[in-house]
């Protein structure tokens, strides 16, 4: 569902996924002015700064309390000496999309995922029934508990993935009608790439036009 508002709603200091010349970087938002700029850290690379140009292209998005927030903008300078800032555009438009309303899409994704007890390693496989922006519900064969902290993997059939992300366990259930597949299992991000967050984004939006697009 589409958000009609003027202002982005940016927090200091906030986590947010920036595209430059198809680099995805994570970094933070260190100051804006509405109409006049944005400010965030300069990327890096390893040690390295990364260098931008004046009028480079960069898209800015990220995820917050639900809302799915996408721009596109141009950098106006690149501060590398003490303190490595990039300062880019006011975006003159962006698009918000609350993925809440669209909380849960149903798939069937084949996900493997493990966790580790000490030195031991568990290992399991099965399938993601159902996706949001901030977790999954997983069924497969082997039990876990709310102590595990899962490492999952997964190919998005929209194209990118989620590769060892970690994922909290929240909810745990059986479903004795299923031999290969017994446990149902939802989960909650723990800590998430930015390739992997824009991976998830572009899913949902996907899948929320395909929704509105089917309602028409």
Same mark, same amino acid.
């Given at each position: ?35 006049? @700029? ?11 700064? @990364?260098?931008?140009?004046?009028? /480079? ?26 303190? +490595? ?20 899409? *149903? /798939? ?12 031991? *390693? ?55 009608? !299923?031999?290969? !597949? ?7 991000? @723990? ?15 996907? &899948? +929320? ?6 309602? &028409?």
């Amino acid at each position: 569902m589409a958000i009609r508002i003027d202002e982005i709603p940016f927090v200091m200091g906030q986590k947010v996924t920036a595209t430059i010349r198809g680099e995805v970087f994570s970094v933070c938002v260190r100051g804006w002015l509405k109409g006049q @700029y944005v400010i965030t850290d300069l990327p890096k690379v390893g040690a390295e700064v @990364y260098r931008v140009a004046p009028q /480079t292209g960069v898209q800015i998005h990220f995820i917050k309390e639900g809302l799915f927030v996408n721009f596109k903008s141009s950098a106006s300078y690149a501060l590398a000496q003490a303190i +490595s800032l990039l300062v880019i555009e006011y975006p003159r438009t962006f698009d918000m999309h609350n993925l809440r309303k669209f909380a849960r899409f *149903k /798939t069937n994704i084949p996900v493997t995922f493990h966790y580790e007890e000490g030195d031991t *390693k568990f290992e399991d496989f099965g399938v993601i029934r159902d996706m949001s922006s901030g977790g999954l519900l997983i069924s497969h064969k082997k039990p876990v508990t709310k102590q595990n902290l899962l490492y999952i993997t997964a190919e998005l059939p929209a194209g990118g993935s989620f590769k060892l992300q970690k994922a909290d366990v929240k909810n745990l259930r059986k479903n004795p009608k !299923s031999e290969s !597949s017994p446990y149902v299992t939802g989960v909650k991000w @723990y800590d998430i790439t930015p390739e992997s967050e824009e991976s998830i984004a572009k899913f949902i939006t996907q &899948r +929320s036009k395909e929704k509105r697009d089917t309602l &028409r």
